[in-house]
């Protein structure tokens, strides 16, 4: 501290501008020293001074203003920063000065002189005396003018009672008779101690008050607002020792009026004294008072000082011991004495007042005048007569203003709605109203337009005038007449007038220059755009008006005229119908004619398919079939031999009766499907070989199996379709790997365009893009490096390319619902390589987006698909693991829904496609999501995506989680989702509305999803039994265990979009082939309804 007070001197304070550490921590410890003292002990004052005015105010003996408890006891310095120290220290000397200045005015210390006190002529300066509760006691004089004038105020209450009798009969009755006007008060008027005033309700009796009672709960309300501590220690008790012994404890005496003003008692006994006279209370009863005294007799025994002590007997006891005696109900006379002292105030209010008055009132008169109504309105004045208890009194100005705004709405809101004198209620007849009773009021109605004019006979006239008057003047306000030419130009333009087109030419600098050299090397030949955009229309007005001739021509004639020959180019391109080698088949129809494309040692093995062979021949070790009659005698005989060596080797059990084990059978099947399609592995040692482990010579047969994709791509390219200009079509996501610049490297400078992906869900406008390109540069083959958009979209642009189609208009002619007759069949090959299981690449059917209507719309050929697919599941391991997992979702709902087809094409040899789809896909899918690079599960999805389209080669229509998924692609959800969030509920739909057919095909996919050991041990491990788990628990618990979305929110759709959705899936036809047909939009939007995910769906 020492150093603080020498750092203030004058010589040191330059020390401030770079104060050292220690004078911060220095001011600090002072301030805490200083003030904390201060703070605990003015807070503890404070209190008690609020309790103790609070008590007082109860009891109405002050109106003084409640201030705040200082709550800082101590200043906090540890860890604050200076301005929290600050503003602590702000509020202790903001306290401390408040409590100074209340303690000055007590003792009379600090005045204001008034203005009034300033006017007066002598200018003597009148001092004020208060007493230590601050209120004002009066001079002796001002006393003695008091008591001179009590008995004027005596004597003209006197004459008011002699006015007031001698009024006639009729008014004496008229005033008793209505209570109101006795009972009226104004607000500081106070009602008479022991007389309770009647209420409406007639609630009030001698022991309750219901205004009371309201101003009590109103103001406890408040308190509990304000969440006072103190709420409520203030009250007419005095503090009782609850610890006491009551028997030992001796009461104080009580001192009662006449005693206390006979000893000359002080104001402190005088406080007590009002209180006696309010009633005796718990706190201050004379508990030594003889038995049977009341407060009225015990002046004797007070004067005599006889005190005594409580006794044990209270058998005396009685009840104005402890309570005054109820309040009586105020008769006529006390009702006119109240009556004549109102009037005698208000008289006296009336009456001329002094100089002060007048000014007063003139002040008053200038305020209403020249101030603003809502200052005067929100004045404090307004409210200086309101009770304490009353809400309004502690309202801000803003509070008030809104209030009165409110109440002024409240009314206007209540003559709006209130009942019209002139209405009846119910259905009124003319009969039931009086004559002319709406012609004698004042309608008051809203009118929601301008009225409806009146024609009467004299607007009539009024208009003929007008007419009549128009054609004598020839006024008709005729449009004026323009020349064709001058409705896009205006009369007062220059002719020849330039206009500088501020557009970016769309020709590039090599072009023009091109075009500058042919129109100057080559004048006769060279056509411009705009002549050729005139000579294309001036061509199709002709052939619009050649059209319209041949009508009339056959409308004109008695005999059919043919429609005049017209020449026309057809271009067939030089190459064969089909070659492939080691591909797949066009359609999924055609895979059962695959042996076709085999080479000869691949078509037949010995030993294979044994049971075609006829009745009576023999196949030897070499292959070549031999009839038994055609074997010498020794040939038998060693064919008998080997056939008992191999029984006997087999345990004695035939070839026909072993019995075949599933996992057996399951390889067998596998290897015969692969067998079939000819697929080709290399061994450890890197020879190529057959599913047999048969050597495959490479200069006999060429085989893609264990080659890269660019490799073979590149192959066939040059040896199977003899292109030289080739177009790829890439997806965003690989044209950004090492696999497309793999694929570039490999195909060099064939390669004459690039696309780098399209849209979501093939919309029409870059299909038509991507065509016209293709066109333009004259590509004879087309590369897919994707899936899903890409394949559905080249189906689509090679069928564009065949029918000549350059816009959107002409490309809706290709849909299946314009029906358009004798379309070309697609040109161009396609190889796909696809990186996803979609499966799309198999199928005839693409769909594409409207871009106009957003409706996604589909396309058939028969000839439209690839020409060549190649697999590589090394490629796919770049795919992201969502599309790759969601798509092969998509794949299994091609089987599950044609397992549950109702359809008459629907059979056991479609079945027979879906079944092996779904044992090869399924376990697969889960063994991806275990091991993600491995390779040979997702070779077996491929190929359950090959059995799977073989059903759908069949022509099997699917259900509604196809029709409902296609209408989700406009809106941005992949196929795969659509079928991860649709398909569980489709199958709970069908389970629930169906018959027992439908129950039953459901049965066969439980039947082969059971059958998996892989699927099993997920579904056990969901909790799922296989006697009460239905199809779509089945497949939601395995779409689940691949992390898939299994709701519309997770994709982005919400719930207001379910309407649109469900009038665009009404227009798909596999919503119709539903096992159970959804004909209707609440069918639908109950489908729908359960993967919305917005916690009211119940999937």
Same mark, same amino acid.
């Given at each position: 501290?020492?150093?603080?007070?020498?750092?203030?001197?004058?010589?040191?304070?330059?020390?401030?501008?770079?104060?050292?550490?220690?004078?911060?921590?220095?001011?600090?410890?002072?301030?805490?020293?200083?003030?904390?003292?201060?703070? &605990?002990?003015? *807070?503890?004052?404070?209190?008690?001074?609020?309790?103790?005015?609070?008590?007082?105010?109860?009891?109405?003996?002050?109106?003084?203003? $409640?201030?705040?408890?200082?709550?800082?006891?101590?200043?906090?310095?540890? &860890?604050?920063?200076?301005?929290?120290?600050?503003?602590?220290?702000?509020?202790?000397?903001?306290?401390?000065?408040?409590?100074?200045?209340?303690?000055?005015?007590?003792?009379?210390? $600090?005045?204001?002189?008034?203005?009034?006190?300033?006017?007066?002529?002598?200018?003597?300066?009148?001092?004020? #005396?208060?007493?230590?509760?601050?209120?004002?006691?009066?001079?002796?004089?001002?006393?003695?003018?008091?008591?001179?004038?009590?008995?004027?105020?005596?004597?003209?209450?006197?004459?008011?009672?002699?006015?007031?009798?001698?009024?006639?009969?009729?008014?004496?009755?008229?005033?008793?008779?209505?209570?109101?006007?006795?009972?009226?008060?104004?607000?500081?008027?106070?009602?008479?101690?022991?007389?309770?005033?009647?209420?409406?309700?007639?609630?009030?009796? &001698?022991?309750?008050?219901?205004?009371?009672?309201? #101003?009590?709960?109103?103001?406890?309300?408040?308190?509990?607002?304000?969440?006072?501590?103190?709420?409520?220690?203030?009250?007419?008790?005095?503090?009782?020792?609850?610890?006491?012994?009551?028997?030992?404890?001796?009461?104080?005496?009580?001192? =009662?009026?006449?005693?206390?003003?006979?000893?000359?008692?002080?104001?402190?006994?005088?406080?007590?004294?009002?209180?006696?006279?309010?009633?005796?209370?718990?706190?201050?009863?004379?508990?030594?008072?003889?038995?049977?005294?009341?407060?009225?007799?015990?002046?004797?025994?007070?004067?005599?000082?006889?005190?005594?002590?409580?006794?044990?007997?209270?058998?005396?006891?009685?009840?104005?011991?402890?309570?005054?005696?109820?309040?009586?109900?105020?008769?006529?006379?006390?009702?006119?004495?109240?009556?004549?002292?109102?009037? =005698?105030?208000?008289? #006296?209010?009336?009456?001329?007042?002094?100089?002060?008055?007048?000014?007063?009132?003139?002040?008053?008169?200038?305020?209403?005048?020249?101030?603003?109504?809502?200052?005067?309105?929100?004045?404090?004045?307004?409210?200086?007569? $309101?009770?304490?208890?009353?809400?309004?009194?502690?309202?801000?100005?803003?509070?008030?203003?809104?209030?009165?705004?409110?109440?002024?709405?409240?009314?206007?809101?209540?003559?709006?709605?209130?009942?019209?004198?002139?209405?009846?209620? &119910?259905?009124?007849?003319?009969?039931?109203?009086?004559?002319?009773?709406?012609?004698?009021?004042?309608?008051?109605?809203?009118?929601? *337009?301008?009225?409806?004019?009146?024609?009467?006979?004299?607007?009539?006239?009024?208009?003929?005038?007008?007419?009549?008057?128009?054609?004598?003047?020839?006024?008709?306000?005729?449009?004026?007449?323009?020349?064709?030419?001058?409705?896009?130009?205006?009369?007062?333009?220059?002719? %020849?007038?330039?206009? +500088?087109?501020?557009?970016?030419?769309?020709?590039?600098?090599?072009?023009?220059?091109?075009?500058?050299?042919?129109?100057?090397?080559?004048?006769?030949?060279?056509?411009?755009?705009?002549?050729?955009?005139?000579?294309?229309?001036?061509?199709?007005?002709?052939?619009?008006?050649?059209?319209?001739?041949?009508?009339?021509?056959?409308?004109?004639?008695?005999? /059919?005229?043919?429609?005049?020959?017209?020449?026309?180019?057809?271009?067939?391109?030089?190459?064969?119908?089909?070659?492939?080698?080691?591909?797949?088949?066009?359609?999924?129809?055609?895979?059962?004619?695959?042996?076709?494309?085999?080479?000869?040692?691949?078509? /037949?093995?010995?030993?294979?398919?044994?049971?075609?062979?006829?009745?009576?021949?023999?196949?030897?070790?070499?292959?070549?079939?031999?009839?038994?009659?055609?074997?010498?005698?020794?040939?038998? +005989?060693?064919?008998?031999?080997?056939?008992?060596?191999?029984?006997?080797?087999?345990?004695?059990?035939?070839?026909?009766?072993?019995?075949?084990?599933?996992?057996?059978?399951?390889?067998?099947?596998?290897?015969?499907?692969?067998?079939?399609?000819?697929?080709?592995?290399?061994?450890?040692?890197?020879?190529?070989?057959?599913?047999?482990?048969?050597?495959?010579?490479?200069?006999?047969?060429?085989?893609?199996?264990?080659?890269?994709?660019?490799?073979?791509?590149?192959?066939?390219?040059?040896?199977?379709?003899?292109?030289?200009?080739?177009?790829?079509?890439?997806?965003?996501? @690989?044209?950004?790997?090492?696999?497309?610049?793999?694929?570039?490297?490999?195909?060099?400078?064939?390669?004459? *365009?690039?696309?780098?992906?399209?849209?979501?869900?093939?919309?029409?406008?870059?299909?038509?893009?991507?065509?016209?390109?293709?066109?333009?540069?004259?590509?004879?083959?087309?590369?897919?490096?994707?899936?899903?958009?890409?394949?559905?979209?080249?189906?689509? @642009?090679?069928?564009?390319?065949?029918?000549?189609?350059?816009?959107?208009?002409?490309?809706?002619?290709?849909?299946?619902?314009?029906?358009?007759?004798?379309?070309?069949?697609?040109?161009?090959?396609?190889?796909? @390589?696809?990186?996803? +299981?979609?499966?799309?690449?198999?199928?005839?059917?693409?769909?594409?987006?409207?871009?106009?209507?957003?409706?996604?719309?589909?396309?058939?050929?028969?000839?439209?698909?690839?020409?060549?697919?190649?697999?590589?599941?090394?490629?796919?391991?770049?795919?992201?693991?969502?599309?790759?997992?969601?798509?092969?979702?998509?794949?299994?709902?091609?089987?599950?829904?044609?397992?549950?087809?109702?359809?008459?094409?629907?059979?056991?040899?479609?079945?027979?496609?879906? @079944?092996?789809?779904?044992?090869?896909?399924?376990?697969?899918?889960?063994?991806?999501?275990?091991?993600?690079?491995?390779?040979?599960?997702?070779?077996?999805?491929?190929?359950?995506?090959?059995?799977?389209?073989?059903?759908? %080669?069949?022509?099997?229509?699917?259900?509604?989680?196809?029709?409902?998924?296609?209408?989700?692609?406009?809106?941005?959800?992949?196929?795969?989702?659509?079928?991860?969030?649709?398909?569980?509920?489709?199958?709970?739909?069908?389970?629930?509305?169906?018959?027992?057919?439908?129950?039953?095909?459901?049965?066969?996919?439980?039947?082969?999803?059971?059958?998996?050991?892989?699927?099993?041990?997920?579904?056990?491990? #969901?909790?799922?039994?296989?006697?009460?788990?239905?199809?779509?628990?089945?497949?939601?618990?395995?779409?689940?265990?691949? *992390?898939?979305?299994?709701?519309?929110?997770?994709?982005?759709?919400?719930?207001?979009?379910?309407?649109?959705?469900?009038?665009?899936?009404?227009?798909?036809?596999?919503?119709?082939?539903?096992?159970?047909?959804?004909?209707?939009?609440?069918? $639908? +939007?109950?489908?729908?309804?359960?993967?919305?995910?917005?916690?009211?769906?119940?999937?």
């Amino acid at each position: 501290m020492a150093d603080l007070i020498t750092a203030l001197a004058p010589a040191n304070r330059h020390n401030f501008i770079a104060p050292p550490p220690s004078l911060p921590n220095t001011g600090l410890e002072f301030t805490k020293a200083t003030l904390d003292g201060f703070a &605990g002990k003015l *807070g503890e004052e404070q209190a008690a001074r609020l309790k103790e005015l609070r008590r007082k105010r109860k009891r109405g003996e002050t109106n003084e203003e $409640v201030g705040e408890v200082l709550k800082i006891r101590k200043v906090h310095t540890q &860890g604050f920063e200076v301005e929290q120290v600050w503003e602590q220290a702000k509020r202790v000397i903001d306290a401390l000065r408040g409590d100074a200045e209340r303690g000055l005015r007590e003792l009379g210390g $600090v005045q204001e002189e008034s203005d009034e006190e300033q006017e007066q002529a002598d200018g003597e300066v009148e001092l004020l #005396k208060f007493d230590q509760d601050g209120f004002e006691v009066g001079s002796d004089d001002e006393s003695m003018e008091e008591e001179e004038d009590a008995p004027s105020e005596l004597g003209s209450e006197v004459e008011a009672e002699d006015v007031f009798d001698g009024e006639d009969d009729d008014e004496m009755s008229d005033g008793l008779d209505n209570e109101d006007d006795f009972e009226e008060s104004e607000e500081s008027e106070e009602e008479p101690t022991g007389i309770f005033t009647e209420d409406p309700d007639g609630l009030n009796d &001698g022991f309750f008050s219901i205004d009371e009672f309201n #101003k009590q709960t109103e103001f406890l309300e408040q308190a509990d607002e304000r969440a006072d501590p103190y709420t409520g220690e203030a009250s007419d008790e005095e503090d009782i020792d609850w610890d006491a012994d009551p028997m030992t404890a001796t009461a104080k005496p009580v001192s =009662s009026s006449r005693r206390a003003a006979a000893m000359d008692i002080d104001d402190d006994a005088e406080e007590s004294e009002e209180d006696d006279g309010d009633g005796p209370t718990f706190g201050n009863m004379d508990l030594n008072a003889p038995e049977g005294d009341s407060d009225d007799g015990e002046e004797d025994s007070e004067m005599d000082g006889e005190i005594e002590t409580a006794g044990d007997n209270t058998n005396d006891v009685l009840y104005k011991d402890f309570f005054e005696p109820p309040a009586r109900k105020a008769g006529k006379g006390e009702l006119q004495a109240n009556y004549l002292d109102r009037q =005698s105030r208000k008289s #006296k209010a009336t009456e001329p007042d002094d100089e002060a008055g007048i000014e007063r009132a003139m002040a008053d008169v200038r305020r209403d005048l020249f101030d603003d109504i809502s200052d005067q309105a929100d004045s404090e004045d307004a409210l200086s007569e $309101v009770d304490a208890a009353d809400p309004k009194s502690r309202r801000s100005a803003h509070e008030r203003r809104q209030a009165k705004l409110a109440e002024e709405i409240r009314r206007l809101e209540a003559a709006s709605v209130a009942k019209r004198e002139w209405t009846l209620s &119910g259905e009124a007849r003319a009969v039931d109203r009086p004559k002319d009773s709406l012609l004698e009021e004042d309608l008051d109605f809203e009118r929601t *337009g301008k009225p409806v004019p009146v024609i009467t006979a004299e607007v009539s006239e009024s208009i003929e005038d007008l007419i009549k008057r128009r054609i004598l003047a020839q006024e008709f306000d005729e449009v004026v007449r323009r020349r064709p030419d001058s409705l896009s130009t205006p009369a007062n333009t220059r002719r %020849g007038a330039f206009e +500088l087109d501020d557009t970016k030419n769309p020709q590039s600098l090599a072009e023009m220059y091109e075009e500058e050299h042919v129109k100057a090397h080559n004048p006769d030949t060279y056509v411009s755009k705009a002549d050729e955009k005139t000579q294309k229309e001036e061509k199709e007005i002709e052939a619009m008006w050649k059209d319209v001739s041949a009508k009339l021509d056959a409308l004109s004639s008695w005999h /059919y005229k043919p429609k005049p020959a017209a020449p026309s180019l057809t271009v067939v391109s030089d190459v064969a119908t089909i070659s492939m080698e080691d591909a797949q088949p066009t359609t999924a129809s055609g895979m059962n004619g695959g042996e076709s494309m085999l080479a000869p040692q691949e078509i /037949y093995k010995a030993g294979q398919e044994k049971e075609k062979i006829e009745k009576g021949e023999v196949v030897p070790k070499s292959g070549a079939p031999v009839a038994r009659q055609e074997m010498t005698r020794e040939e038998k +005989l060693r064919r008998r031999r080997r056939e008992k060596e191999r029984i006997k080797k087999r345990g004695g059990v035939e070839i026909d009766q072993r019995p075949e084990g599933k996992k057996s059978q399951k390889n067998r099947e596998t290897l015969g499907d692969l067998k079939k399609g000819g697929v080709k592995v290399i061994n450890k040692k890197g020879e190529i070989q057959d599913v047999e482990g048969n050597k495959v010579q490479a200069s006999t047969v060429y085989s893609d199996a264990g080659i890269p994709f660019p490799a073979a791509a590149a192959h066939h390219i040059t040896n199977t379709f003899h292109a030289s200009k080739v177009y790829i079509i890439v997806s965003n996501s @690989i044209s950004k790997t090492d696999n497309f610049t793999q694929l570039k490297k490999a195909l060099g400078d064939k390669i004459v *365009g690039t696309r780098f992906g399209f849209k979501p869900h093939s919309p029409w406008d870059d299909l038509v893009e991507t065509a016209n390109n293709i066109q333009k540069t004259g590509a004879d083959l087309i590369i897919t490096l994707g899936a899903g958009s890409l394949t559905d979209g080249v189906k689509v @642009i090679t069928f564009a390319l065949a029918n000549n189609v350059s816009t959107i208009d002409d490309l809706s002619k290709l849909t299946v619902d314009a029906k358009t007759p004798n379309l070309k069949p697609p040109q161009i090959p396609v190889i796909n @390589i696809p990186t996803s +299981l979609s499966g799309g690449e198999y199928s005839p059917i693409a769909g594409a987006t409207d871009t106009r209507t957003k409706h996604k719309a589909g396309f058939y050929h028969p000839s439209m698909g690839a020409d060549l697919i190649i697999l590589d599941p090394a490629l796919s391991v770049s795919t992201p693991e969502r599309i790759w997992l969601s798509t092969g979702i998509r794949a299994v709902d091609h089987c599950v829904e044609g397992l549950c087809s109702t359809d008459p094409s629907a059979g056991p040899e479609s079945d027979k496609g879906f @079944i092996a789809g779904l044992k090869l896909l399924v376990p697969n899918l889960l063994l991806t999501k275990k091991n993600w690079s491995a390779e040979e599960p997702r070779l077996g999805e491929m190929m359950g995506v090959i059995e799977a389209m073989k059903g759908l %080669g069949l022509r099997v229509p699917m259900g509604a989680s196809h029709g409902i998924g296609h209408q989700l692609g406009p809106l941005g959800v992949g196929h795969g989702e659509t079928s991860c969030i649709l398909l569980p509920a489709v199958l709970k739909y069908n389970y629930a509305h169906g018959d027992e057919k439908v129950k039953g095909l459901q049965q066969k996919v439980l039947n082969v999803l059971w059958g998996e050991e892989a699927v099993k041990a997920v579904l056990v491990s #969901k909790g799922l039994k296989k006697e009460k788990a239905d199809a779509g628990d089945v497949v939601g618990a395995v779409i689940s265990e691949l *992390g898939m979305p299994r709701s519309l929110k997770e994709v982005g759709v919400e719930r207001s979009q379910l309407d649109a959705l469900a009038d665009n899936s009404l227009k798909d036809p596999w919503v119709k082939t539903n096992p159970v047909p959804l004909i209707d939009k609440k069918q $639908v +939007l109950e489908v729908l309804n359960m993967v919305v995910g917005d916690g009211q769906s119940s999937l």
